[in-house]
């Protein structure tokens, strides 16, 4: 047979790049870049290439398997629905539908079918126990963004490719290509920043890639970042640099702000965060009067105690320096398809919105608020291991692997072996599914197609781009919306053979009644024909900002027209654009300086100003070949060097008897590991880092290559009590150990 060549888009990381894809006799031959892809130009990274391994690996999944005896046997879908029927509907009649719970992880954000399915999920078990990868990561970011602009996608990001001054805080997307931020190639479009004369500077506990890219760098205290960000805020005012630029009109709370910084002046910051007073200064003075500037702050910032005190005070840097919705500052992407931010305005007028309001229910043992309907993550253990009503007994997991991901795995893994039933959707027998009744296998990547919901509201140029599937897929098995509905389906007593296709088709003739009203027929006639997450982008697309309208405007988009575009690289629709006012969703049609909520935190930061520093901390670090917990099993990502080590600063290895090479015992209290340590004055003294989502050395998982070198989990020693109030969000950093030779 001959070749052919394909377009992906790759759903493995925020870069989203687009692949060139050549296959011989169902046999991918070759991936690489594809050069006219309008997003990423060409550029990939390994793991993109490692998607052959993927399809190919003999340890992932692609039939159902039930537990039987303590052990996963291969099972067809029939039989794995109905032992879904025989178990989970009587544990709800009998316990109450609280006593059901569904986590939802990482890759979930990459697959249209399980982001615009999982809610008829959730819905359907109508329990308050929704978590999900978020409060792990950017749960603070959501929230601060919510309350700022009234939806929690409406993220700021870097005008990178026409920006002069860049300033990166906790994040480094050399390793990870960029989060929050859909930036295919951030080290071309960073040196081409740099040709034009521009500078790129970097706060971070460890001197990382992109730091030693960088034209300054400086070590940051892990968790100290609310107090260095008050203080740039706090020089703005007391030096008078205070500039609001276009959005003048469009801010409110300049002056709570100024009250609330106060206590946080440069010097006072500076031995919390170990940084001289006169850097944070010299900082705050350069941002403010370069004209084109960009503060970008990601995870680092986000998953600690002040996670979302940290991830507005950014934004409040950018908005006071003129540099919010500014050419060359912070723009917000103008989706094409499931912006709520685009959805319902005309264009330049005032948006006006519902606003955010957290704690409309909180979590039974910890009474954590409820954050967009979520609890964190971190209290499924304990809601599991503590009787009484709403005790968590069957527990439904959508591509997570918590075990290894989430602070105190250990004690999870135990609580999850506890429960009356467990399902998972993965593709993989792992740490976390081993302990599941059913797993439930989704299709490969290459096996399905591809449009990103989230990721054209987070991108550094505005597009849209859909992947057809690469390969067809084994005979029978569904596509995981629909395995997703089937779930919902018998959680709502409708038994184990109700038709998906149908349930779809009666769900979706249900909401395009409520949101089109006496269109309905006529959407529902014009979509004929397709179904599941394909329906749904068609809506989305035809009635986004550039589409057709359902024919009233017939130059605009169509998902056949995106589709027609998947060889020439899909669609560009354009740099990113000033969009304040319009792109407001607060109730008051303001960007939201000074929420209540976040003043409010700011007082418990200031009382925390003075607390000394532990001897020694603990950070995390990704690697490029790595992606959290799950692709450790591919051959290609694999092999070279070991990955998981723990890099150690020759003080704090002097310090403790430790030389280069040496196993060293991390402890936090009762909990130890062990792992190698690489000594290297990338660290900040008194910092270690280790990477996350190893410990593959754990019974009944099923991932031979991963074994093999199964590296130290990081997250056994982290705390899962530790987290950012406001936001759930799990601490991930700067958290004290101790250490000594193993
Ligand atoms: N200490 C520490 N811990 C961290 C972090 C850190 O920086 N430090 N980072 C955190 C962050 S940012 C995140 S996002 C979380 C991630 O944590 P999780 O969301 O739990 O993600 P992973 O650990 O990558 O697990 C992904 C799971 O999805 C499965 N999977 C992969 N592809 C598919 C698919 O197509 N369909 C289905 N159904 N399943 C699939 C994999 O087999 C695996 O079980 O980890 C967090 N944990
Ligand atoms: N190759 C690869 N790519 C990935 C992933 C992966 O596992 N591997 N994971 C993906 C996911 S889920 C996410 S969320 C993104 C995350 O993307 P990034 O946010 O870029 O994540 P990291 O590369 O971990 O960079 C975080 C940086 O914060 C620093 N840091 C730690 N603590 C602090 C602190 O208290 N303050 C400051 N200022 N810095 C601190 C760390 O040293 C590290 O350099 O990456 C995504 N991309
Ligand atoms: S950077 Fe790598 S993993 Fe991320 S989308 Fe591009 S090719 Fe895929
Ligand atoms: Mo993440």
């Not at 034209?215 to 968790?223: K, L, N, Q, T, Y």
């Not at 439930?440 to 509201?457: C, K, T």
Request: glycine content about 10%; some cysteine.
């Amino acid at each position: 047979m001959s070749e052919t060549t394909h377009y992906r888009i790759c759903p493995l990381c925020e870069a989203c790049c687009g692949l060139e894809i050549k296959v011989r006799d169902q046999q991918v031959v070759s991936i690489r870049g594809h050069e006219a892809d309008v997003l990423s130009a060409g550029y990939i990274c390994p793991k993109g290439v490692a998607l052959k391994d993927l399809h190919e690996d003999p340890d992932r999944l692609r039939t159902p398997r039930i537990k039987r005896g303590g052990v996963h046997v291969e099972a067809t879908w029939e039989e794995a629905f109905a032992e879904i029927e025989k178990r989970l509907p009587p544990l709800i009649a009998t316990h109450g539908r609280n006593a059901t719970g569904v986590v939802v992880g990482n890759p979930s954000a990459h697959k249209i079918g399980l982001l615009t399915y999982f809610a008829k999920l959730t819905r359907a078990l109508g329990t308050k126990n929704v978590f999900s990868a978020s409060t792990l990561d950017q749960m603070p970011k959501q929230l601060a963004n919510g309350l700022m602009y009234g939806h929690w996608l409406s993220t700021a990001l870097p005008d990178i490719s026409r920006t002069d001054l860049m300033l990166v805080i906790g994040a480094n997307p050399l390793a990870s290509n960029g989060s929050m931020w859909t930036v295919p190639d951030f080290k071309g479009k960073a040196r081409a920043l740099q040709a034009r004369g521009g500078q790129l500077i970097v706060i971070d506990p460890r001197r990382t890639e992109t730091a030693a890219l960088a034209d300054a760098h400086h070590f940051i205290r892990p968790g100290s970042d609310v107090f260095l960000l008050a203080a740039l805020v706090h020089t703005l005012f007391a030096e008078n640099l205070v500039t609001l630029g276009r959005v003048a009109d469009w801010v409110v709370g300049v002056e709570e702000v100024q009250a609330a910084v106060a206590p946080f002046s440069a010097d006072v910051v500076a031995p919390r965060c170990g940084m001289p007073g006169d850097t944070i200064r010299a900082l705050a003075r350069q941002l403010a009067t370069t004209p084109r500037a960009a503060v970008y702050g990601r995870i680092g910032t986000c998953t600690q105690e002040y996670g979302t005190l940290a991830s507005w005070l950014v934004d409040v840097l950018n908005t006071l320096t003129g540099h919010l919705d500014a050419e060359g500052g912070m723009l917000f992407a103008k989706s094409a398809a499931f912006a709520t931010n685009t959805a319902g305005n005309p264009a330049n007028k005032p948006g006006v919105g519902k606003g955010v309001t957290t704690g409309r229910h909180h979590a039974r043992v910890s009474g954590a608020p409820e954050v967009y309907g979520e609890l964190p993550l971190t209290c499924i253990a304990e809601e599991i291991e503590t009787p009484g009503e709403g005790q968590l007994r069957a527990l439904i997991t959508v591509a997570t692997n918590p075990v290894l991901s989430s602070p105190n795995g250990p004690r999870l893994s135990k609580a999850l072996e506890s429960l009356d039933f467990m399902v998972s959707l993965d593709i993989y027998l792992n740490e976390t599914t081993r302990h599941a009744d059913v797993i439930l296998p989704g299709l490969s990547p290459l096996e399905d197609l591809h449009y990103d919901v989230a990721f054209p509201q987070l991108s550094w140029r505005n597009h849209a781009r859909y992947s057809p599937p690469v390969l067809p897929r084994p005979e029978g098995q569904p596509d995981e919306w629909q395995t997703l509905l089937k779930i919902a389906a018998i959680a709502k007593g409708l038994g184990a053979h109700a038709d998906a296709n149908a349930l779809d088709d009666a769900q979706f003739a249900e909401d395009a009644q409520r949101q089109f009203g006496p269109h309905a027929a006529a959407v529902i006639a014009a979509t004929q024909g397709l179904r599941g997450p394909l329906r749904t982008l068609e809506v989305a697309l035809r009635i986004g900002p550039y589409g057709d309208g359902f024919g009233t405007k017939p130059d605009g988009l169509t998902l056949q027209k995106v589709m027609d575009a998947n060889p020439t690289g899909g669609i560009d629709l354009g740099e990113l654009q000033p969009r304040i006012p319009e792109m407001l969703r607060t109730p008051s049609g303001k960007v939201e300086l000074a929420p209540p909520m976040l003043l409010q935190d700011l007082q418990r930061a200031a009382q925390d100003l003075r607390r000394p520093a532990p001897d020694l901390v603990i950070i995390g670090r990704r690697d490029v070949r790595t992606n959290n917990s799950w692709m450790h099993n591919l051959p290609l990502l694999a092999k070279g060097p070991f990955r998981c080590t723990a890099l150690v600063h020759p003080d704090d290895a002097a310090r403790h008897g430790l030389t280069d090479g040496a196993m060293a015992t991390l402890r936090n209290g009762e909990r130890s590991v062990q792992a190698q340590v690489h000594v290297s004055d990338q660290m900040m003294p008194g910092v270690v880092s280790l990477p996350h989502g190893w410990g593959h050395n754990l019974a009944g998982a099923q991932l031979s290559v991963a074994a093999e070198r199964p590296g130290a989990n990081i997250n056994a020693l982290l705390d899962d009590q530790l987290r950012d109030p406001l936001s759930g969000n799990a601490v991930l950093g700067g958290v004290a150990i101790t250490m000594e030779a193993a």
